[in-house]
T-cell receptor
Framework: DGGITQSPKYLFRKEGQNVTLSCEQN?????MYWYRQDPGQGLRLIYY???????QKGDIAEGYSVSREKKESFPLTVTSAQKNPTAFYLC????????????FGPGTRLLVL | GNSVTQMEGPVTLSEEAFLTINCTYT??????LFWYVQYPGEGLQLLLK?????DKGSNKGFEATYRKETTSFHLEKGSVQVSDSAVYFC?????????????FGAGTQVVVTP
């Protein structure tokens, strides 16, 4: 089945630690996105990528980093510079046009110890 | 900049009741409009979309019409079920060269009781 997988489902971060969230898609989509969701709020865009080896900052990129070495994969690293990382993180992919549907993964919940 | 405003929740209603969730937007150009649904602990799923003015999107008994004159995209369902309990997000996609970036509303929680 085609789709998007995210791992792990839950992730715990200690103070000063970097953690990486995995996102893989087998939909052959060019564009991939990372969103952050806080309770009672909508989704906010962290980073997006239009094509392999290229990515752009979204609205809240500070304290995060990404890479896009393969079309299928778009991992997100939450660095120690992100002072309030506790949130639900959602990865999505699409064909990339403004009319195209974004397909979402099941999400990763990040908690700080 | 672009923005999406949704009615606040939670919206609580009985099974078989009529559901309306208001959504208005501010955008330059001609955005595409979407409704996504999120069930507890899951990612988002597309419910319906409309890509130009006066288009009506529909799916699973839900409908929404793209109204450019009132900059609205209200979601409606004539008879809700308990299984429709979820959070509903209105979103817009920016100009054609934006590579599909979405601007989301805050979401509206819907609770349907038997």
């Amino acid at each position: 089945d085609g789709g998007i997988t995210q791992s792990p489902k839950y992730l715990f971060r200690k103070e000063g630690q970097n953690v990486t969230l995995s996102c893989e898609q087998n939909l052959n989509h060019d564009a991939m996105y990372w969103y952050r969701q806080d309770p009672g709020q909508g989704l906010r865009l962290i980073y997006y990528s239009q094509i392999v080896n290229d990515f752009q900052k979204g609205d809240i990129a500070e304290g995060y980093s990404v890479s896009r070495e393969k079309k299928e994969s778009f991992p997100l690293t939450v660095t120690s510079a992100q002072k309030n990382p506790t949130a639900f993180y959602l990865c999505a992919s699409s064909q990339g046009g403004s009319q195209e549907t974004q397909y979402f993964g099941p999400g990763t919940r990040l908690l700080v110890l | 900049g672009n923005s999406v405003t949704q009615m606040e929740g939670p919206v609580t209603l009985s099974e078989e009741a009529f559901l309306t969730i208001n959504c208005t937007y501010t955008a330059t150009g001609y955005p595409s409009l979407f409704w996504y649904v999120q069930y507890p602990g899951e990612g988002l799923q597309l419910l319906l979309k409309a890509t130009k003015a006066d288009d009506k999107g529909s799916n699973k008994g839900f409908e929404a019409t793209y109204r450019k004159e009132t900059t609205s995209f209200h979601l409606e369902k004539g008879s809700v079920q308990v299984s429709d309990s979820a959070v509903y997000f209105c979103a817009l996609s920016e100009t054609p060269d934006s590579w599909g970036k979405l601007q989301f509303g805050a979401g509206t929680q819907v609770v349907v009781t038997p």
